[in-house]
């Protein structure tokens, strides 16, 4: 992700975005993860972006969903492609945030096919070509798209998700 964010920032020549990690990377001992935070550390470092990345460290539920609420794109990139199980992309999803991610799984592509809110890419080529999309929208795109995302954040509902189950298996629930 850091080195498409390198790549994002060098063809940026209107210097329009910033980047977030909202999320503790520590490196103190204790912490489970501290090799791997002192790995993203060396990359934020080797890819020339300290200055523009900003690293919230660990802040309360309110307070993610205020960050991602002043986010213009969510850039979320999954080793192992989208799922319909990533915590972070549904909370994006949910906060009507245009979301450029990695090719998704069978039930992702077949979900949020024909939505422009959410763009799924195999490269890096295409995924740059997608926050540049994203980034030039004008305010009506960009409200559409956000009312398509909080709509489609609905399949995930709780409620939702438990009737359909309980449909499955003839239990009718008022």
Not at 19 to 40: A, C, L, M, R
Not at 156 to 163: H, L, P, R, S, V
């Amino acid at each position: 992700m850091l080195s498409l964010w390198k790549s994002i920032h060098d063809a940026d020549i209107k210097d329009r975005y910033r980047f977030k990690i909202i999320g503790d990377i520590g490196t103190e001992p204790s912490n489970h993860f501290s090799d791997y935070h002192k790995q993203v550390w060396d990359w934020i470092d080797q890819y020339g972006l300290r200055d523009i990345v900003e690293v919230t460290g660990y802040i309360s539920d309110e307070r993610v969903s205020e960050e991602i609420q002043h986010t213009a794109i969510a850039t979320l990139l999954y080793e192992d492609g989208l799922t319909l199980r990533r915590g972070s992309f549904l909370a994006y999803l949910s906060h009507g945030i245009p979301i450029v991610t990695s090719q998704g799984d069978q039930e992702a592509r077949k979900m949020f096919q024909g939505h422009t809110g959410v763009s799924m890419n195999a490269g890096d080529e295409e995924f740059l070509k997608a926050v540049d999309l994203y980034g030039n929208m004008n305010l009506q795109e960009r409200q559409q798209i956000h009312e398509d995302n909080i709509k489609l954040s609905e399949n995930f509902n709780w409620n939702k998700i438990a009737k359909t189950f309980l449909a499955d298996y003839h239990i009718n629930v008022k």
